[in-house]
């Protein structure tokens, strides 16, 4: 698969999210490691956005609408 | 008969033609579980009074006639995510949860109990099933998983105490969990085989929920066959499980004379460590007596980082609750204790996305699968870490695993096998991959495979059997 570089502004965005939640009960050390897994996080889904999807791409699972039995 | 390293088959026919009971059979397993199970840090809970119960129960019903079929009165364990009523705790390997019971059985357990079987163990697992980001082995309130092959040796994750359970003879077989390698990976680090069967193929009421898209029970054993025969006793549908499909499934690995199809994906083991991919190219050599096999190449796709964009997704909302209230700070493992608070990182759309791709990769893995028996691979791309060592992890993306990136986003089933031993003295392990619903298939591959190599009959040195 090729690579795409993730973007640097979007892992600190997404890194303010979690701390603003969080960020109270972590130490600066664990800070720090949260921050480096959102940034893998932020690799990770900027390699799904390497697949162009179109309208018809599906999720690959169904609803099923539920009725009790009888 | 020392019954220890026997296969249910070599078991069952002892226990139907009453040379040895159900009862024995218990204790000697007990007491094997009792005794060695702390070594490898391999046991929650010894269920000493139920498993007395059931096997005299199983063998009042021998003695009247009333054999139920290979499981009946055979001792097996349960990974402690599955639920168990009678006041046996089921702790998910968590300090925090340490007390938790439930009201009943697990299905899986229900349908084992139906078979005849006897629970003696409910054993030792990674914390939530490893689903909050653990990097090494001491990630379980009951320790860190020890592999009977080495002292030092990881048993593997997060199925732990299943794997080395079955690979020190504490128990003949056992059930463990897989939502991204967690079966086959403690098969690969302790020697012994492990089935996960298709996604909805057995039922997960009962058990905890990691992955609710992922999750599969399946049983690890010390041959194919012995898988093949658990699986035909677990599988099937349950109206307290909507996934488990309405598709019956009866064990039949064929007459044993067939060639098989095999295909390797290009490439798949050039990460791997050198001793895995020392035996694995041994392995491909072997594959010619009973099969051929041929190179493949596949659709180019970002198989890892759709599994493990589910995967944190469904843990971090199956674990909301834990995390947002904090009570994963009791856990064990430091890392787990706040690395999942990365996950609200994660959007929705990120989720979704992951979600429309996974139909990509099932069309994929079809596609490819349809020419072959099964796609062939390492079971595990590294052997047994030193328990006081970071360990790889393609859940974690810091090393690729293509297959198990594939096969659990496309629920297929695969089996691992033994396949050697490094100069380390560590076992290493061979995979086969199949269609969606093709475990006959893979286990007659399996089984196949264990008819032309010794592997699986190599066991542990220190804990060889003395009566």
Redesign the interface.
């Known amino acids: 698969m090729s690579e795409a570089a993730s973007d640097p502004t979007e892992v600190e965005l997404r890194f303010a999210l979690v701390r603003r939640r969080y960020g109270d009960r972590l130490t600066p050390e664990q800070l720090d490691e949260v921050r480096r897994a959102v940034g893998a996080i932020v690799e990770m889904v900027t390699a799904l956005r390497t697949v162009r999807l179109t309208n018809a791409d599906e999720p690959g699972q169904r609803f099923v609408p539920f009725r009790a039995a009888e | 008969m020392t019954p220890v390293f026997r296969s249910i088959r070599e078991l069952a026919e002892a226990v139907r033609t009453r040379q040895v009971s159900p009862v024995e059979l218990a204790e000697v397993f007990l007491e094997r579980l009792e005794r060695l199970g702390p070594r490898y840090n391999a046991v929650v809970a010894v269920t000493r009074q139920r498993a007395l119960a059931e096997a005299r129960r199983a063998e009042a019903e021998i003695a009247a006639g009333g054999w139920r079929g290979p499981l009946h009165g055979i001792p097996y364990g349960v990974k402690d995510l599955l639920a168990t009523g009678g006041g046996i705790p089921t702790t998910w390997g968590a300090a925090p949860l340490r007390a938790q019971t439930f009201d009943a059985d697990a299905t899986v357990v229900r349908r084992l109990e139906r078979a005849g079987a006897v629970l003696v163990a409910k054993l030792a697992m990674v914390e939530l099933a490893g689903g909050m980001?653990y990097r090494q082995p001491n990630a379980s309130f009951t320790g860190p998983g020890i592999s009977p092959w080495g002292r030092d040796a990881w048993s593997g994750g997060s199925s732990s105490g299943s794997g080395s359970a079955v690979a020190a003879g504490l128990v003949p077989f056992a059930i463990g969990s897989e939502t991204w390698g967690s079966i086959l990976s403690p098969a690969a680090n302790c020697g012994v085989c492990g089935l996960r069967p298709t996604y909805g193929r057995v039922s997960r009421h009962g058990a905890m929920a990691l992955g609710w898209?992922l999750d599969k029970l399946g049983p690890l054993g010390l041959t194919a066959d012995d898988c093949g025969l658990v699986l035909d006793a677990i599988a099937g549908s349950d109206p307290h499980d909507?996934t488990a499909v309405e598709r019956p499934f009866r064990y039949d690995p064929g007459d044993g004379g067939r060639r098989f199809r095999f295909g390797v994906i290009r490439g798949v083991a050039e990460s791997a460590e050198e001793a895995v991919q020392e035996a694995f190219s041994r392995s491909l050599e072997l594959l010619g007596r009973i099969g051929s096999v041929e190179e493949i190449t596949l659709a180019?796709?970002?198989?890892e980082?759709?599994t493990?964009?589910i995967l944190?997704a469904e843990a971090a909302s199956a674990f909301e609750d834990m995390i947002e209230s904090?009570a994963i700070?009791g856990l064990t493992a430091p890392?787990d204790r706040?690395?999942a608070?990365?996950?609200?990182?994660?959007?929705a759309k990120?989720y979704?996305?992951?979600?429309?791709?996974?139909?990509?990769?099932?069309r994929e893995a079809d596609r490819v699968l349809s020419g072959f028996d099964a796609l062939v691979a390492p079971g595990r791309p590294a052997v047994a870490s030193p328990l006081d060592r970071e360990f790889r992890s393609a859940a974690?993306?810091n090393v690729p695993d293509v297959m198990g990136a594939i096969g659990n986003?496309a629920g297929l089933p695969a089996i691992a096998v033994p396949n050697g031993t490094t100069a380390g003295g560590l076992p290493t392990s061979l995979q086969f991959m199949g269609r969606a619903w093709a475990e006959n298939t893979i286990l007659a591959a399996a089984g196949a495979w264990q008819r032309v190599t010794d592997y699986h009959l190599h066991h542990p040195p220190e804990v060889s059997y003395s009566a």
């Open positions: 980001g898209t909507p180019d796709l970002p198989y980082a759709i493990r964009t944190l904090g700070a890392e706040f690395t608070y990365a996950r609200d990182a994660i959007l990120d979704i996305r992951a979600l429309r791709l996974r139909a990509f990769v099932g974690r993306g986003a």
